[in-house]
């Protein structure tokens, strides 16, 4: 592994014996996993550059499992590593030699659907579709979309803030989460917010959401769900140059539009995902955007024409509208495909997620193209257009020596340069291992310490998901006494993972 | 008796020099926008004021991006009037003075269940924090993931974690088109049902008011064909409540307006602010005879104006929400604290967070009671 964790506690792993017979007292049955071939089973998430097998895997059933496994774990000082469906792109569910691994797919039970309040109430095990799937039988929906959306849990989607193709206009799952209950590390049961849209908690909420399981574990989860639009069309536009490509997304935004998606894709992508998928997308194009809008019919139609006169008027080498569900479903099979379209070009990948102003792209984009020039890799380009969420694709072999730290080098490049230009490292991924060291990139030493203030509110043992997010963990009683002056720590800075 | 000033910083360094200062000579502040709210809370506690009036202007403002970044201390006129400019608006539709209150508040208007708050359009704060120290957190752009999200957890921190010198906020599009279809005659209970329906439906209204006496308003917004198809969608869902009015021209922003700051309700008696679930608005006030009210939010938001002896606390408590009593008498201030007690492990939580931004309890730690630091 070229990232590092921080040293495991041999004394912890020589207790394995003794703390899976423990842990199956209070989760009996299939759920603790200590056998080794087992355990490798949770090694990586989808950030698979990255493995390690976990000391011990716990699945519990019930919140008051769950309350019982922390609360064992903190007695004795063990570390705990929560993980959903294991579909995190940054590494966030990445275990730990020395820590358990909570994984809360068996909880995966809809625990009420309230039409009245326009809420769901779930447990963190239910997937993100199945959510949608549970109420569009009344004409309602769950907003935020992830990619991986047929596989990822809410409650992992509760720990990323995760996003989604249409969130510019229904935003992340922050915007869309009124309550959950959340077990402490030392196993209390508290809930936050509830089925109300404000309450005096929600600040704490906010800070739960996106937290990647540094502050507890998510035990309910309550979503807003929204009434599905009536119609929806796509428009597939093709550009001759990003240039063109970038004004025609400013120019729609200007105009007081804002799309239920707008998505961009380069070259390279454009020709890797026609090879792959055929989807019938312009292979003259430099660049390509869909376009979605929904609403009423009313709507779509009046939308349509204006950004198809838009698109003309920023020089669309090709327009296209799609006249049925079916074609709509059909522009959008193609990007939907992007990242399967890359396993054909390079047998690893790694997928950045950077955020940019929106001005600044074509100028990113042909520094990324240099850069991978420079790390001697190749790169392709899909972006959510309209929130300036970058998603550059780095291709690389695995097997071949040197080439994955070449492309965590490239990336990291990619990386900095987006905050370099006013964006900021992750836009819906989370920071995990992946974007741990570069966070000093976009943050001082006492952002840093502030945001940690937070984590040791909860969690002053450290022992919720350790060498995730922060690239440097103070103990927290250090991290009381610290005292900065001019902006600068007056202590000597403890060593890196 | 007003509180006495205590700094009026310029800039950065002079605030975190004002509250190192009161740190150090153990006093507590209140951070002080245009005081629009400066009567919630307990009026007798020991403070004096930081005023954040030096901390106005307009830092950075690209339409096309959707970002305005703006210091706290800007008035929010001032903000709306260069957001219309360009055909834009804060979709949470504030009521306030200064753009820092708005926030330091968390006070979101009628368009709150369709838009989101202030909450969901904060992108990134700096500030100075309790401890005296200077940081930032967030960002620039409208979709970020990068560490945790401080700019959150301080709006609706009333200014007892850090004394913000400027955000950034999501922009959005102001609708090209306003309608607000209005049904007379409606008790509490059917008025409220048919504002879930209205909130259910395909109609996307911006809007969903009953305003006893008057009647039952929702509000759509956008594109002129999409308001004028979406207006006969909704006269549909309303036909069978009775019948329906339209309000166009600027008869509907007035009327939202009068919505978002309840200024129709009486001015002598206390005014609450209940949070509850949607469906629970008209149980709420069924207990509470015939104390004058409002209901926003398609129900889940009640304003109450009541006399002193009405317990609205316990009503809203009833139905799993929340009242916050926003105007009083300085008596009745200083016995009911401003905010609804919370559970006993998130007040822990929230008094931990505290101490970490704010050791020394510096800033405004007794604004909502002893108990509530």
């Known amino acids: ?497 | 008796m007003n509180p006495p000033l205590f700094a009026a910083p310029a800039n950065e360094a002079e605030l975190v020099e004002a509250i190192s200062t009161a740190r150090d000579e153990r006093r507590t502040v209140e951070l002080r926008g245009a005081g629009t709210r400066a009567a919630v809370g307990d009026p007798g506690r020991e403070r004096a004021i930081i005023d954040m009036g030096g901390f106005a202007g307009i830092i950075d403002y690209e339409p096309t991006e959707l970002v305005l970044t703006v210091g706290a201390g800007t008035p929010l006129a001032e903000v709306e009037r260069l957001l219309a400019a360009n055909g834009q608006m804060l979709a949470f539709e504030p009521h306030g003075g200064t753009i820092g209150g708005v926030m330091a508040a968390g006070a979101s208007g009628p368009r709150r269940p369709f838009a989101g708050g202030v909450r969901d359009h904060l992108l990134g704060v700096e500030g100075v924090s309790g401890r005296g120290e200077a940081f930032k957190a967030g960002g620039r752009v409208v979709k970020n993931v990068t560490g945790y999200d401080l700019p959150r957890l301080m709006t609706g921190s009333w200014g007892r974690l850090a004394a913000i010198t400027s955000l950034s906020v999501k922009v959005l599009p102001k609708g090209r088109a306003e309608a607000t279809v209005m049904v007379e005659g409606l008790d509490d209970a059917p008025a409220l049902a048919l504002l879930a329906r209205a909130a259910g439906s395909a109609a996307e209204i911006s809007g969903a008011a009953h305003i006893p006496g008057m009647g039952t308003a929702m509000r759509l917004e956008g594109f002129g064909p999409s308001v004028a198809a979406r207006v006969e969608m909704l006269r549909g869902l309303c036909a069978s409540s009775g019948e329906a009015r339209l309000i166009e021209g600027d008869g509907s922003p007035a009327l939202w307006r009068e919505v978002r700051d309840a200024s129709g309700l009486p001015q002598d008696l206390p005014l609450w602010r209940v949070t509850a679930p949607a469906a629970s608005g008209a149980r709420l006030t069924a207990d509470l005879g015939d104390a004058a009210r409002l209901y926003d939010w398609a129900g889940g938001l009640v304003w109450i104006a009541a006399p002193e002896s009405v317990d609205v606390r316990a009503a809203a408590s009833a139905v799993g929400g929340q009242a916050m009593l926003v105007r009083a008498s300085d008596e009745m201030r200083a016995r009911i604290g401003a905010l609804h007690p919370e559970a006993a492990g998130v007040a822990a939580l929230r008094s931990r967070i505290k101490a970490g931004f704010d050791p020394a309890g510096v800033l405004d730690p007794e604004r909502f009671g002893k108990a509530q630091i």
Request: aromatic share 4%; charged share 20%.
């Open chain 1, 1 to 497: 592994m070229t990232v590092s964790m921080p040293r495991p506690d041999a004394a912890t792993i020589e207790k394995r014996g003794v703390i899976a017979a423990t842990l199956r007292s209070i989760v009996p049955g299939e759920g603790v996993i200590d056998a080794e071939d087992g355990r490798r089973v949770f090694e990586s998430d989808a950030l698979t550059a990255y493995a390690q097998s976990p000391l011990l895997v716990v699945l519990p059933r019930t919140a008051a499992e769950v309350s019982a496994v922390l609360r064992y774990c903190h007695g004795r000082g063990i570390k705990v590593v929560p993980r959903g469906a294991g579909t995190s792109l940054s590494g966030g569910a990445l275990p730990l030699a020395d820590a358990v691994l909570l994984g809360l797919s068996r909880m995966s039970r809809i625990l009420e659907i309230d039409y009245d309040n326009r809420v769901v109430v779930a447990q963190p095990g239910v997937t993100n579709l199945a959510i949608t799937r549970a109420v569009e039988g009344r004409g309602f929906y769950y907003a935020p979309d992830p990619s991986s959306q047929i596989a990822c849990t809410v409650g992992g989607n509760v720990a990323e803030n995760s996003g989604g193709v249409h969130c510019l206009k229904y935003g992340l799952t922050t915007n869309n989460v009124l309550g959950v209950e959340l077990v402490l590390v030392d196993g209390e049961v508290t809930r936050l917010g509830g089925k109300a849209l404000e309450s005096s908690d929600h600040d704490i909420l906010s800070v739960v959401i996106g937290s990647e399981g540094l502050l507890g574990v998510v035990t309910e989860v309550t979503v807003r769900i929204l009434p599905r639009p009536l119609a929806a069309r796509a428009l597939l536009l093709g550009f001759g140059s990003v240039e063109d490509a970038a004004r025609c997304v400013g120019t729609v935004i200007g105009a007081g539009v804002i799309p239920a998606g707008m998505e961009m894709m380069d070259r390279p992508a454009i020709q890797a995902i026609e090879a792959f998928a055929a989807a019938g997308y312009p292979l003259d194009a430099q660049a390509l955007l869909i376009v979605e809008v929904d609403g009423v019919e009313a709507e779509c139609a009046h939308l349509a024409a204006e950004i198809e006169a838009m698109a003309r008027a920023c020089g669309a080498t090709s327009i296209s509208t799609s006249k049925d569900e079916a074609e709509r479903l059909a522009f959008w099979a193609g990007r939907k495909a992007a990242f399967p379209a890359m396993g054909r070009l390079a047998p690893d990948y790694f997928c950045m997620d950077g955020t940019i102003p929106r001005a600044a792209l074509p100028r990113v984009l042909t520094r990324i193209g240099a850069l991978g020039d420079l790390h001697g890799l190749k790169v392709a380009n899909v972006f959510h257009a309209g929130d300036g969420n970058l998603h550059p694709l780095i291709l690389y072999d695995g097997n071949n020596e040197g080439e994955l730290e070449r492309a965590e080098a490239f990336g990291a490049d990619i990386l900095r340069l987006c905050v370099e230009v006013g964006g900021v490292l992750t836009g819906e991924h989370g920071v995990g291992v992946e974007k741990r060291d570069l966070m000093g990139a976009m943050f001082s030493a006492v952002d840093l310490a502030h945001q940690q203030r937070v984590k040791c509110a909860f969690d002053p043992m450290l022992l919720m998901n350790p060498g995730k997010v922060f690239p440097t963990l103070h103990r927290c009683a250090e991290l009381g006494r610290v005292h900065v002056h001019a902006g600068r720590l007056a202590f000597p800075e403890l060593p890196r993972f």
